[in-house]
């Protein structure tokens, strides 16, 4: 299985340096502080213009929970439709019910509105009550990836249930690492579950964009393991 590193861009500066560093994939967002909100559309065009790789935009409208009003709905796929004309390889979202579990309903719909680009249920599944049901669940939707560090802090703390669902899912859908990825713990994780996706926002600072010598070592280990 050949090893990929997913980005993190939580601005177009971040972006770039991706593509400078030759990184597989980015997540496209914006707002570090929020955990990634919807980019704004302008510096997609910019990025859409210079970038050679897939490009997966994070759908969300706001910070905080993920339990969305018909509103927010509505503006989230309003956003689906605009970044799909204007050139986006894939989508990154999730919605839950009043019970943090996956509202396959809504999620149904909108995986449906960006076909038949690839879609990701972001790491808000690492906040539902059960991995196996909501693996499930995300499957039934018909997403196409799941990012999750395993249900802890850390994916390299998530090893065991990373495993366990990596299992379950029998090639229905692909599990994205994510959760403190670095390259001062890449190969333990490798070693600990192997998967194609790996996913850092590779900041080492306290900046909000990342160190370029960062992932370009993580790229190495991904590359020659």
Do not use: W
């Amino acid at each position: 299985m050949i090893k990929q590193l997913e980005l993190a861009a939580f601005n177009l500066k971040s972006a770039l340096i991706g593509l400078e560093a030759e990184v597989d994939r980015i997540e496209f967002c914006d707002d570090f502080s929020t955990g990634g909100l919807t980019p704004k559309i302008d510096d997609f065009r910019k990025l859409r213009k210079k970038s050679s790789v897939p490009i997966f935009v994070m759908i969300r409208p706001r910070g905080g929970d993920f339990f969305y009003s018909s509103t927010e709905i509505s503006e989230m796929k309003k956003s689906i439709e605009v970044f799909k004309n204007l050139g986006a390889d894939g989508f990154v979202f999730g919605a839950l019910d009043d019970k943090t579990m996956i509202d396959k309903e809504i999620n149904s719909r909108l995986v449906e509105l960006c076909a038949p680009f690839p879609t990701t249920f972001h790491r808000a599944f690492d906040r539902t009550p059960s991995p196996e049901i909501s693996l499930q669940n995300c499957i039934d939707c018909g997403f196409s990836n799941i990012l999750t560090s395993g249900f802890e802090s850390t994916a390299l703390k998530g090893v065991a249930t990373l495993n366990n669902l990596k299992n379950l899912a029998q090639n229905r859908i692909n599990l994205v690492v994510g959760g403190g990825v670095r390259s001062t713990n890449l190969a333990e994780l490798i070693g600990d579950i192997s998967t194609r996706f790996y996913h850092s926002s590779a900041i080492i600072s306290k900046k909000e964009f990342a160190d370029i010598d960062e992932l370009k070592l993580m790229i190495q280990l991904l590359r020659h393991d």
